[in-house]
């Protein structure tokens, strides 16, 4: 089956951008997430990302999209320390109802 | 509007009893899909449902069941509880069952088997 991998954790200081790197095996994979997970907190949907895009951009989140290598970014322009949270990869076949996790990235932003 | 709503918010249980949890879906959305998080891990899919019928299923034992009522509302029944049942449950809603479907969660419900 599909499995989703991240970096455990990312640390950087305030003001400084964030990448945040996922890679799937899935290669019918059709559609690509990104979750953020605060504490004791349900998963926001940040944004997602069609598997025939190679970029999308929405205000200071970047996707990048490497289709051939199965790897997916997320940079996170001038972080704050709001932005401190799990960050959870996601795929999903296109006709599936299944949605698999990584393992998340846990962020933290150093004042 | 008002969001995914949980209930209840934390749960204690002891192994062997049963346990229903249920969520209330976004205003519109007809689809709730349930995941299972472990502490230190992402969500694994348990089901999902869409106008009351099982649309999909994770890989877990039959203890897991679910359904959803006409208003969309579902509920989550796990029978036998183990200790490794131990989760957040998350509930989720879309708008529809396929394609890019987006979706949104709630705050779960923390269950703890002691």
């Known amino acids: 089956g599909e499995d989703v991998e991240q970096s455990l954790f990312l640390s950087v200081r305030e003001g400084d951008s964030s990448v945040i790197n996922c890679t799937y095996t899935?290669?019918?994979?059709?559609?690509l997430y990104w979750y953020k997970q605060e504490p004791g907190a349900g998963l926001q949907l940040l944004t997602y990302?069609?598997?025939?895009?190679d970029m999308k951009q929405d205000q200071r989140l970047t996707v990048l999209l490497n289709k051939k290598d199965k790897h997916l970014s997320l940079r996170i322009a001038d972080t704050q320390t709001g932005d401190s949270a799990i960050y959870f990869c996601?795929?999903?076949?296109?006709?599936?109802?299944?949605?698999?996790f990584g393992p998340g990235t846990r962020l933290s932003v150093l004042p | 509007d008002a969001g995914v709503t949980q209930s209840p918010t934390h749960l204690i249980k002891t192994r062997g009893q049963h346990v229903t949890l249920r969520c209330s879906p976004i205003?519109?959305?007809?689809?709730v899909s349930w995941y299972q998080q472990v502490l230190g891990q992402g969500p694994q899919f348990i089901f999902q449902?869409?106008?009351?019928?099982?649309?999909g299923r994770g890989n877990f034992p039959d203890r897991f069941s679910a359904r959803q009522f006409p208003n969309y509302s579902s509920e989550l029944n796990v029978n036998a509880l183990l200790l490794g049942d131990s989760a957040l449950y998350l509930c989720?809603?879309?708008?529809?069952?396929?394609?890019?479907?987006?979706?949104?969660f709630g705050p779960g419900t923390r269950l703890t088997v002691t």
């Open positions: 989720a809603s879309s708008l529809v069952a396929g394609g890019t479907y987006e979706q949104y």
């Open positions: 205003s519109g959305h007809k689809s």
């Open positions: 449902y869409y106008e009351k019928e099982e649309r």
């Open positions: 899935d290669s019918s994979s059709t559609y």
């Open positions: 990302i069609f598997s025939n895009m």
């Open positions: 996601a795929s999903k076949e296109d006709y599936g109802q299944n949605f698999v």
